[in-house]
């Protein structure tokens, strides 16, 4: 994923990988829009409480997300990517 989304090559917002946002790491983060892009691997069925309390604290930044399973990624990595610019398109003003 971070191949087609790196160097501004979603709609022209930068995402950075790994990025540190309070105490957690956000898998992808476009500081521009606030949004996280979490993929969630098997691990975390595990740790969905923990996931859940996380994610309420940084949406208390005003972050937004957006979560894919690994599957996902996998198997509709294209199907992922247009999700991704649908919530860019429908979520940004300056994209109208």
């Not at 098997?42 to 309390?53: A, L, P, R, V």
């Not at 957006?66 to 429908?90: D, G």
Request: charged share 35%; net charge positive.
């Amino acid at each position: 994923m971070w191949e087609k989304i790196k160097g501004k090559q979603l709609l022209g917002y930068k995402f950075r990988r790994q990025r540190v946002v309070d105490n957690f790491i956000i898998d992808f983060y476009c500081s521009e829009l606030k949004l996280a892009i979490e993929i969630d691997g098997i691990t975390h069925s595990w740790k969905e409480k923990y996931d859940q309390d996380r994610q309420n604290k940084l949406e208390g930044f005003g972050i937004k997300f957006l979560r894919f399973s690994e599957a996902q990624i996998r198997s509709n990595l294209w199907v992922v990517l247009e999700i991704i610019k649908e919530w860019i398109k429908n979520n940004n003003k300056e994209e109208e």
